[in-house]
């Protein structure tokens, strides 16, 4: 089983102007969410652990929860604000994010939640916000530790600087999770933001060297490149109609993830042992499902029937 951990919230497009304001288009998201949605649809076992709102919000929540077969039992309830992302879209189709959560449910989560993880885990994915804002990123370093070796770990950078400003404090972050996981992901964007001017390779090098496993960077329209141990592997784009690019790394990172499961490769041994075959496999399918992410509006991602 898959237990992703993070934020749910809601992405909330503008519309049209209204007689005394505009419309808006709130729609669920968040990283993780998105993330632990995909895997469901691609036919995983997959559990949420997060802090979810009260409330009206926090109910529609955990009935997409529930419509998408994804486990709550690591869910916590808390009397607390859900989180609102106010999405803008420039003329590419590529978002941008301004993030209304200060105080909110998904940055609450207790600790309690470290020893209610279930035994049968096989892969733990952590990443986005709450891997950098308090109390959650604590919690969120107490899971990993506990998991680190005993399931394959996951980290997607996800880098939300409107969110947590400090440059720094996600630096950290990275350089803690490059010692402990198998399966690091960042985007072209998020490599620019934190470490301006420095080479792909030279980062994926330096994170390998303290003990990731396999890094992988997507880059839009110019694909991905993977880091292995026989050395980087590049994949091509896949052509698509783009609506925008909403959801499009959450989908690549849970089709990444449920393509590792199909083979048989999810653990902290297989996965860096994997053969270049299986990775090109792997990754090739997960621009695919990206792709078809991009040609639809907001994080719709893929089912399993759609894919190949």
């Given at each position: 089983?898959?237990?992703?951990?993070g934020?749910?919230?809601?992405?909330?497009?503008?519309?049209?102007?209204?007689?005394?304001?505009?419309?808006?288009?709130?729609?669920?998201?968040?990283?993780?969410?998105?993330?632990a949605?995909?895997?469901?649809?691609?036919?995983?076992?997959?559990?949420?652990?997060?802090?979810i709102?009260?409330?009206a919000?926090?109910?529609?929540l955990?009935?997409?929860?529930?419509?998408?077969g994804?486990?709550?039992?690591?869910?916590?309830?808390?009397?607390?604000?859900?989180?609102?992302?106010?999405?803008?879209?420039?003329?590419q189709?590529?978002?941008?994010?301004?993030?209304?959560?200060?105080?909110?449910?998904?940055?609450?989560?207790?600790?309690?939640?470290?020893?209610?993880?279930?035994?049968?885990?096989?892969?733990?994915?952590?990443?986005?916000?709450?891997?950098?804002?308090?109390?959650?990123?604590?919690?969120?370093?107490?899971?990993?530790?506990?998991?680190?070796?005993?399931?394959?770990?996951?980290?997607?950078?996800?880098?939300?600087l409107?969110?947590?400003?400090?440059?720094?404090?996600w630096?950290?972050?990275?350089?803690?999770?490059?010692?402990?996981a198998?399966?690091?992901?960042?985007?072209?964007e998020?490599?620019?933001?934190?470490?301006?001017?420095?080479?792909?390779?030279?980062?994926?090098?330096?994170?390998?060297?303290r003990?990731?496993?396999?890094?992988?960077?997507?880059?839009?329209?110019?694909?991905?490149?993977?880091?292995?141990?026989?050395?980087?592997?590049?994949?091509?784009?896949?052509?698509?109609q783009?609506?925008?690019?909403?959801?499009?790394?959450?989908t690549?990172?849970?089709?990444?993830?449920?393509?590792?499961?199909?083979?048989?490769?999810l653990?902290?041994?297989?996965?860096?042992?994997?053969?270049?075959?299986?990775?090109?496999?792997?990754?090739?399918?997960?621009?695919?499902?990206?792709?078809?992410?991009?040609?639809?509006r907001?994080?719709?991602?893929?089912?399993?029937?759609?894919l190949?």
């Open positions: 089983m898959f237990v992703v951990c934020e749910a919230l809601f992405d909330v497009f503008t519309g049209a102007a209204t007689p005394t304001g505009l419309s808006l288009d709130a729609r669920i998201g968040g990283s993780p969410f998105n993330v949605m995909g895997l469901a649809r691609l036919g995983q076992p997959v559990s949420l652990c997060a802090g709102a009260r409330g919000l926090g109910d529609r955990m009935q997409a929860l529930a419509d998408e994804i486990g709550t039992g690591l869910v916590r309830r808390l009397d607390a604000p859900a989180t609102l992302s106010l999405v803008g879209l420039d003329s189709g590529v978002a941008s994010y301004s993030f209304y959560g200060h105080g909110a449910a998904d940055r609450l989560l207790p600790a309690e939640v470290v020893d209610a993880v279930p035994e049968d885990t096989a892969a733990l994915h952590v990443g986005s916000y709450t891997m950098v804002v308090e109390p959650v990123a604590s919690v969120h370093r107490a899971l990993v530790a506990r998991w680190q070796g005993r399931a394959l770990v996951s980290h997607d950078v996800n880098v939300r409107n969110v947590e400003p400090s440059i720094d404090r630096r950290a972050a990275v350089d803690w999770m490059a010692a402990r198998d399966l690091l992901k960042l985007s072209d998020d490599a620019a933001l934190l470490y301006p001017g420095e080479a792909a390779d030279a980062l994926a090098a330096r994170w390998r060297a003990g990731t496993g396999v890094v992988v960077m997507t880059r839009g329209a110019h694909g991905a490149r993977a880091w292995l141990a026989d050395g980087p592997l590049d994949v091509p784009p896949v052509p698509t783009l609506v925008d690019t909403v959801g499009a790394g959450d690549f990172q849970a089709a990444m993830l449920a393509g590792l499961a199909e083979r048989g490769l653990d902290p041994a297989a996965v860096r042992a994997a053969p270049r075959a299986a990775w090109e496999a792997v990754l090739g399918w997960a621009a695919h499902a990206a792709a078809l992410t991009c040609a639809r907001g994080a719709d991602l893929p089912h399993r029937h759609a190949p």
